[in-house]
């Protein structure tokens, strides 16, 4: 496992000269940002190192990589909270952890109950980008029966979200065992 939690976060994450800064990228699902932004009272908050480029994808900083033969298991920190209904709609997505295996994955996100898996997250090899970047191309995702209650009972299980993206720097890649 390779922590990179301790780094210091001073603002923005600096992009090397690719453009690439290491992360999960999602925008969640657009729709229910559109919503959650279109009431008088939204509002979301980003904290714990989140960004956003102010367009509705949010990028949570890399903090652990273990990778056992087909098998990842990738853990960001941070989190961000949507907030509208003057609080009755309240849905915090906090410290994701995306796991991936031969057949498919989930992302979990760490909630009151403990750690929920809330979306089934497509399979793909990542690509070798600059000789300094693992990127997996775009993820697909699905609404796990979990998630169903973290978005209020809304979307049913099995309704597509937005895909996401993952950018590895290659040298914190472990080694296969």
Known sequence: MVDVSDAEVTGPAAADASGVVPGLYWGVRDSFLRYVLGNPDGQLYGDDGVETDGDGMFRFPLRTL???????????GGEVRFSAHF??????????????????????????????PIVRVERAEPVLVDESWLVFPPLSTTLTPEGVA????????????????????????????
């Open 66 to 76: 273990e990778r056992t033969g087909a098998s990842w298991r990738i853990a960001f």
């Open 87 to 116: 609080g009755m709609l309240d849905v915090v997505l906090r410290h994701p952890v995306v796991e991936l295996h031969e057949t498919g994955g989930l992302l979990s996100v760490e909630g009151a109950g403990g750690v929920l």
């Open 150 to 177: 973290v978005f209020g009972d809304v979307y049913a299980a099995g309704t597509a979200f937005d895909d996401i993206r993952i950018a590895l720097p290659a040298d914190a890649l472990p080694e296969e065992q």
